[in-house]
């Protein structure tokens, strides 16, 4: 096995550190451009991760994986490393193998869990997404509502799938919105910003001040929403006139 041993007392002390068969194939399928984060998120309950742990503090330090640079933080108490994604939320680094780990960080001690303790801790620490493998070769970062869903160990819905907003997310935001006031029409589609992107239709004629009100109001009904609080990632707003 490459890497280091994982420790005995552990209940996956018969591990030999390797990824999943069928989460390996995920991700590969990801890499080819055949797969999307809804065959891994399918792929990863009931499966094995490993949660790295720092044996000293140290310094924070912004490492570059999967194309994109996050802060690295560590939990001084716990040695629990926290990753901060480039919108600011704070994510859990999982790793499907002591190799993948050991390629992010080699002073990273392995601690093994179950995929769904993993997610509920993360949750419980108000940690709102999970990366796996930042340090590749395929990194992917499960969204907030895929995190909630494995931590529950209830099957993933996700909000946009095969290029379209689900019906049930599209019909909550245009109930949602169908009482605010100066709102002629709401949709949701799939997002360039953000997962999904609600596009509202104002009435025309609108000055700054009402604008503003109408903007207050539309996230409001949004934020208040269950389904798009449960289902949706993150939202930005396509404002267009009648």
């Known amino acids: 096995m490459a890497g280091r041993e994982l420790p005995p007392s552990s209940p996956f002390a018969s591990d030999d550190g390797s990824a999943d068969p069928a989460v390996a194939a995920a991700l590969a399928a990801i890499a080819a451009g055949s797969g999307d984060v809804a065959d891994l998120v399918a792929a990863l309950p009931g499966t094995r991760v490993l949660v790295p742990v720092l044996a000293e503090l140290e310094v924070a330090e912004t490492v570059l994986h999967g194309g994109h640079e996050h802060a690295v933080d560590k939990e001084a108490s716990a040695g629990i490393v926290a990753l901060s994604t480039p919108d600011g939320r704070t994510a859990l680094p999982v790793f499907t193998s002591v190799e993948t780990m050991t390629r992010w960080r080699a002073s990273a001690r392995p601690v093994p869990t179950a995929l769904e303790r993993?997610?509920?801790?993360?949750?419980?620490?108000?940690?709102?997404?999970?990366?796996?493998?930042?340090?590749g070769p395929v990194t992917v970062q499960l969204p907030r509502p895929a995190v909630w869903a494995l931590a529950q160990q209830q099957p993933w819905r996700p909000a946009v799938l095969g290029g379209a907003v689900a019906d049930d997310v599209r019909a909550a935001v245009a109930a949602a919105l169908a009482p605010v006031p100066h709102v002629v029409a709401a949709d949701a589609v799939p997002g360039t910003r953000a997962e999904v992107a609600v596009v509202v239709t104002l009435v025309a004629g609108l000055d700054r001040a009402a604008l503003d009100a109408v903007l207050g109001e539309v996230n409001a009904a949004l934020a208040a929403d269950p389904v798009v609080a449960e289902r949706v990632d993150g939202?930005?707003?396509r404002l267009r006139a009648a």
């Open 118 to 135: 993993a997610a509920l801790s993360s949750v419980q620490e108000g940690w709102s997404l999970l990366v796996v493998d930042p340090g």
């Open 235 to 237: 939202l930005e707003l």
